[in-house]
C-alpha cells in the first residue's frame, strides 16, 4: 500500500515478518507489502485490527496449492500460517479432533491413524497443504466418492473477523441445530470472511473391513463410462474410484517412469471393499476391462503416482491451467465427449484427471501461453452448467471462475442468490480486506457487466 512502511509496521506490533515475491503451484503472482508469521491468535486480531482501520487488504496462506489464483495478490498483508500448526486434541471418545490450521493434512492423518482413526477427505495434495487451506477451500479428493468434501467433516471453528473480533462457531458434536449454519458458510468462503485460527474435524475409526485395491485397463472411454454407470447402478460403493486419460498415462511414464499401462479408455484406479470384488469383476469383464489386484506396497504406489498426476502434468507444458468440473454421475460420457470435442477444436493437450466416481472431472489444460487458454477454459465450464453441473467441485472460484460462477448462479439458481452472497461479504466484512476483489465479488461484478 503505497505511503505505508507495511514491514515496519508490523514489526512495530511485535510480528515475525519478512518481505518477498511468491507464486502458488500455478505461477499466479502474490506480491505482498509485508508477510507476517503470527504464532498466536491474539497476533493475528493485532494485525486484522490494524489492517480494518487502515483499510489494507488481507490475503491469508495456508500453503500455496490453490489452483485458482485464490491467494494471488499486490500490496496485500499475507498471513502466513505455517507456524500455527499444533494439534491441540484428539478426542477418540467423542470422535474429533481440534487443530490449528497451519498442519500439515497428511502430518494429521498419520497421528490419527496411531489412534485408529483418520480424516477422509484426500485432495491429491495432501502431502503438502494445510488442514486450514483445505477448509477455506472446501477440498475434496480422492475419497470424495464416499467421503464427500472438507464441507462434511467440519464441525465447528474460531475465526478472525474481518474487525478484529473472535467467533467460534459450531459445536464439536455430531448433532447441532442451534441457529443457522455459519460454519459451513465459513468452509469454502477462500478466505473472504475471515482467518481460520482453530477448527474441530469429524473423525471416524479407519475401516474394519478389507479393502481391495484394483487398477483396471480400459480399452475406450464409452466403457470407462459404462462401468462406473453399472457400479453405481449395482449399488456398489467404492473407497475410491479415479481415473486418469491415455494422455496422463503416458505424462506419467515419461517424466516419473511409472511403467502404467496405456489404453485408449485410460484407466481406472479403485479401492472396493472385498464383498463386492466378484461384482466388480463382472462389471469390468462386461466392458472389457484389464483388471489388477494390487498388493499394499503396488496400491501405495499408485496412489502416490496419482497423486503426483497434476505435477507431472505441470512439469510437461509450459503453462498449466486445471479444470474442475462436475457434472451428474449419468453424464459423464456426454461430458467427456464434449471434451474431447474441444481439444479438437482448440487444438491443445487437455489431459482428464477425474474422481470419476463422483463425476468430478478435471481437464488439464496444456499450453505455451495462459491467456490462449482462457476461452477454452470458459467453455469447459459451460459444459458443466449445460449439463446440469457444477463448475467447480473442490479447487473453488478464486479469481479464475468468478464469470463462471455468475453464469451458473444464474442460469440454476437465480441472480437473487449472488446479490444474497454479496450482502453476507458486506455485513461480515464491512471495510472488505479480507482477499478482497475475488470470489463473491469478482462474480457479483461480473454479472453486473453481462
Ligand atoms: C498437486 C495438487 C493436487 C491437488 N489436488 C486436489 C484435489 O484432489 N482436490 C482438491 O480439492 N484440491 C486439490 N488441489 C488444490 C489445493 O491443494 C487444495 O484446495 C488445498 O486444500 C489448499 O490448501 P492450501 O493449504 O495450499 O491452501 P492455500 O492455497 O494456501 O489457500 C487456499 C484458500 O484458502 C484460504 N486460506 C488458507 N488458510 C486459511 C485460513 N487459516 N483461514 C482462512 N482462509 C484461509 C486462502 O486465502 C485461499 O483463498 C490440488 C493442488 C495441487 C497443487
Known amino acids: 500500500m503505497e505511503g505505508f512502511d507495511l514491514e515496519k509496521e508490523m514489526k512495530e506490533l511485535n510480528l515475525t515478518t519478512s518481505k518477498e515475491s511468491r507464486e502458488d503451484f500455478l505461477s499466479y503472482k502474490v506480491k505482498p507489502g509485508v508477510i507476517v508469521y503470527p504464532r498466536t491468535e491474539e497476533e493475528i486480531v493485532k494485525v486484522v485490527d490494524y489492517a480494518n482501520r487502515k483499510r489494507i487488504p488481507i490475503v491469508t496462506w495456508g500453503a500455496g496449492t490453490s489452483l485458482t489464483g485464490a491467494v494471488s495478490c499486490e500490496g496485500c498483508i499475507l498471513i502466513d500460517m505455517k507456524y500455527m500448526s499444533s494439534i491441540l486434541e484428539i478426542n477418540d471418545v467423542d470422535w474429533y479432533v481440534r487443530t490449528q490450521p497451519g498442519v500439515n493434512l497428511e502430518y494429521l492423518n498419520k497421528k490419527l491413524m496411531e489412534r485408529g482413526f483418520f480424516l477422509p477427505p484426500d485432495p491429491a495434495s495432501f502431502f503438502l497443504c494445510s488442514v486450514g487451506g483445505a477448509v477455506a477451500n472446501s477440498s475434496g479428493g480422492m475419497r470424495g466418492v464416499k467421503y464427500g468434501t472438507f464441507r462434511d467433516w467440519v464441525l465447528a471453528l474460531k475465526v478472525v473477523l474481518p474487525t478484529g473480533e473472535i467467533v467460534k462457531i459450531g459445536e464439536p458434536l455430531r448433532k447441532n441445530r442451534a441457529g443457522y449454519d455459519l460454519t459451513h458458510l465459513f468452509v469454502g468462503s477462500e478466505g473472504t470472511l475471515g482467518v481460520i485460527t482453530e477448527i474441530w474435524f469429524r473423525i471416524v475409526p479407519l ?71 466378484e461384482s466388480i469383476r463382472n462389471i469390468i469383464r462386461k466392458w472389457d ?20 498426476a497434476a505435477i507431472a502434468l505441470k512439469a510437461s507444458a509450459k503453462e498449466m491451467l486445471v479444470e474442475d468440473i462436475v457434472v451428474p454421475v449419468s453424464k459423464l460420457m456426454d461430458a467427456i465427449r464434449k471434451l474431447k470435442e474441444l481439444e479438437g477444436k482448440f487444438n491443445v493437450r487437455m489431459p482428464v484427471i477425474a474422481h470419476i466416481g463422483d463425476g468430478n472431472l478435471h481437464p488439464n489444460i496444456l499450453l505455451e501461453e495462459k491467456e490462449v487458454a482462457l476461452e477454452l477454459f470458459e467453455k469447459v465450464g459451460e459444459i458443466a452448467i449445460e449439463l446440469g453441473g457444477s463448475i467447480s467441485g473442490e479447487h473453488g472460484i478464486g479469481v479464475q471462475k468468478t464469470k463462471l460462477m455468475a453464469i451458473q448462479l444464474a442460469k440454476h439458481n437465480g441472480v437473487k442468490v449472488l446479490e444474497i452472497m454479496k ?12 482477499n478482497p476483489g475475488k470470489y463473491v465479488e469478482r462474480a457479483y461484478n461480473e454479472s453486473m457487466r453481462n
Open 423 to 434: 450482502r453476507i461479504k458486506e455485513i461480515i466484512d464491512p471495510n472488505d480486506i479480507m
Open 289 to 308: 476391462g484389464d483388471l489388477t489386484e494390487l498388493s499394499d506396497k503396488e496400491w501405495e504406489r499408485v496412489y502416490s503416482l496419482r497423486a503426483q
Open 207 to 277: 475401516p474394519k473391513r478389507k479393502l481391495i485395491p484394483l487398477l483396471v485397463s480400459m480399452p475406450s472411454l464409452d466403457s470407462t463410462a459404462g462401468v462406473i454407470s453399472d457400479i453405481r447402478k449395482s449399488g456398489i460403493m467404492p473407497e475410491i474410484a479415479e481415473f486418469m486419460d491415455s494422455e496422463v498415462l503416458k505424462t506419467l511414464n515419461v517424466h516419473l517412469n511409472a511403467g502404467l499401462k496405456e489404453s485408449e479408455g485410460g484407466m481406472l484406479i479403485l479401492l472396493i471393499e472385498d464383498q463386492d470384488l
